[in-house]
């Protein structure tokens, strides 16, 4: 059987009533001692400023300022996008999709970081499937391509296309 200890202010003459809440929330034998002097005081908020790396990231994506805070349910998203797989290097990505899609006159970039924080995931897919095509893909070209000038040389090749198709289709039964 596990214990639990609540802490509690009240008023004087509860202790009956509290006891009777605590059997009906399923608790066998709830025992409430009373305490004297001072009532603990309760632990101080946190300031919920961005600490890490990548919640300055996504502050600064949004324009905020790293003095501002947060509110609860940003951090809470926070966190959940973390669970979810959000790194450094997905945002990093995402940023660079949002510095694109701002530069176009009809963009949709999400404007609030809580929003943005739930859909996550979704920001991250359009950001890879818009990323601008680079390297050795866009400059390919056939490597052997001799342009036919020659229209009998053009029916010849034209010709042994056909036949090559035609062996094909007989090879593979149609």
């Known amino acids: ?3 639990y200890t ?3 202010t009240g008023e004087a003459g509860r202790k009956a009533h509290l006891r009777t809440l605590l059997k009906l929330a399923g608790f066998a034998t709830p025992r409430i001692e009373e ?3 001072e009532a603990t005081a309760p632990k101080p908020k946190p300031d919920n400023l961005p ?6 990231e996504v502050a600064k994506l949004f324009h905020r300022e790293p003095e501002k805070p947060w509110s609860d349910a940003e951090i809470l998203a926070f966190r959940a996008a973390g669970r979810a797989g ?14 694109r ?5 009809d963009h949709y970039c999400r404007t609030s970081i809580l929003t943005f924080l739930r859909h996550f995931g979704g920001e991250l897919d359009k950001a890879r499937a818009d990323k601008p095509k680079a390297g050795k893909a866009l400059e390919w ?3 052997n391509v001799v342009p036919v000038t020659d229209p009998e040389e053009a029916e010849r090749i034209a010709s042994a296309a056909r036949q090559a198709a035609r062996e094909f289709r007989e090879s593979q039964g149609r």
Not at 51 to 56: E, I, M, N, Q, R
Not at 86 to 99: C, H, I, K, P, R
């Open 1 to 3: 059987m596990k214990k």
């Open 6 to 8: 609540i802490h509690t």
């Open 35 to 37: 305490a004297e002097g």
């Open 51 to 56: 600490t890490s790396p990548l919640a300055k």
């Open 86 to 99: 959000m790194d450094l290097a997905g945002m990093v990505e995402v940023a660079s999709f949002y510095e």
């Open 101 to 105: 899609e701002r530069k176009k006159p």
């Open 141 to 143: 070209t056939p490597a």
